[in-house]
């Protein structure tokens, strides 16, 4: 997520329960669904809650939330397009474009990275075009989230 301090730290989310954070992290991941515009099956993977780097572990916290798409349909062609089209797209719906490419991979997945800076959160995907089956990888990863006053943070 671009942020006018240093490019490595990880831009403040608000103030939040873990609980709320998890439940908007959902809210971004079926959004991401429905931009991808493909119909198949996808993981039962729940959010969870990981440290801010060099913050304070019991006031801070950040959402990750993976999760898989296993077309119904199996076409290289069509993971790799859906990709392309997100690429194009995902601008119109208020997010950045900072990587997209081949990764390292022996395989390599073509994978795309934005992020959206209103929302605080950033996505990573890859098509796994080879894989049996093929499917499309999700990591959604939210800002850095500071617990109200009197609170604590769940871990899970």
């Not at 669904?33 to 996808?42: E, M, S, W």
């Not at 959160?121 to 089956?133: I, Q, R, T």
């Amino acid at each position: 997520m671009s942020d006018s301090r240093d490019s490595h730290e990880i831009p403040s989310a608000g103030v939040s329960t873990s609980r709320d954070a998890a439940d908007a992290m959902e809210k971004v991941s079926s959004e991401l669904y429905d931009l991808i515009g493909i119909k198949g099956r996808t993981s039962n993977t729940q959010p969870g809650v990981k440290e801010c780097g060099g913050k304070d572990r019991d006031k801070y916290f950040s959402i990750f939330h993976p999760w898989d798409l296993t077309p119904a349909s199996t076409s290289t062609a069509e993971l790799e397009g859906v990709l392309e089209r997100l690429k194009q797209e995902l601008p119109q719906h208020g997010w950045k474009v900072v990587e997209y490419g081949r990764d390292t991979s022996m395989n390599k997945n073509l994978s795309l990275t934005a992020d959206n800076d209103e929302k605080k959160v950033s996505v990573k995907l890859g098509a796994h075009a080879k894989d049996n089956p093929p499917s499309l990888g999700l990591m959604v990863v939210s800002g850095c989230y500071q617990i109200p006053d009197g609170k604590q943070i769940e871990r899970f």
